[in-house]
């Protein structure tokens, strides 16, 4: 009961107030931060530290959202359903990560009313950074060390050390050597050269 009623006040204090304090970048931009990082502390699902919240976030309850840290978001940013946020995780402004999607496949019925799906969560790894008017789609997981570049549409998922473009996204560089993931199946469209992938050892008979 006590929890439920801090998860009441924190809920209450974030939304109807901290939300719109000064940005993170203005003067006593600690200050305001804080303002905005202790409730949230108690309405997400795991919370890592330091949080870093700038002004104008929308989270819905927070109860889905496992955040690792020394991670954030930009102003303004959209966040919907189950998602899991690595280390060191950045936003820039106006990006929007979804877990939800609704249904949409009958042709008897208005779309309106067919109802949402199942959440697909979104992974976004340790050291990733998402700039200005990205937008994440559901069942997505983007890899360490990749930068989504602004305005960029991500559908699939991006492998490590990606650099992601456009709309549809698609990889245009790589930031260092890539990983095991980038030859797997369900990635977005990879326009850069890719190194040739290393046989894997043959067992030794006997051995």
């Known amino acids: 009961m006590k929890r439920k009623l801090v998860r009441v006040f924190c809920y209450c204090f974030y939304y109807f107030f901290s939300r719109y304090l000064p940005r993170n970048s203005w003067a006593g931009g ?10 949230c ?5 795991e919370c890592g530290s330091p949080l ?3 002004r104008m976030v929308d989270f819905g309850m927070g109860d889905k959202i496992h955040i690792g840290n020394h991670s954030g978001f930009g102003e303004n940013v959209r966040l919907i359903g189950e998602i899991y946020i ?5 936003t820039s402004i106006n990006v929007f990560v979804t877990a939800y999607s609704r249904e949409t496949g009958r042709t008897d019925i208005p779309m309106q009313i067919q109802g949402k799906r199942p959440d697909k969560p979104v992974f976004l790894g340790d050291d990733v950074v998402l700039f200005a008017n990205s937008i994440v789609l559901p ?3 983007i890899g360490r060390g990749a930068i989504i ?4 549409v991500v559908s699939k998922s991006v492998p490590s050390w ?12 790589f930031r260092n050597t890539p990983e095991e993931d980038a030859y797997g199946r369900g990635m977005i469209p990879i326009a850069c050269q890719l190194p040739e992938r ?3 050892a043959q067992d030794v008979e006997g051995a």
Do not use: E, Q, T
């Open 198 to 200: 290393s046989a894997p």
């Open 162 to 173: 990606a650099v992601v473009v456009g709309n549809p996204a698609k990889v245009v560089s």
């Open 139 to 141: 069942g997505v997981k």
């Open 30 to 39: 600690r200050f305001w931060n804080a303002l905005r990082a202790i409730p």
């Open 41 to 45: 502390r108690h309405l997400f699902a």
């Open 86 to 90: 690595g280390d060191y995780f950045s």
């Open 149 to 152: 570049g602004a305005g960029a």
């Open 52 to 54: 870093f919240v700038d």
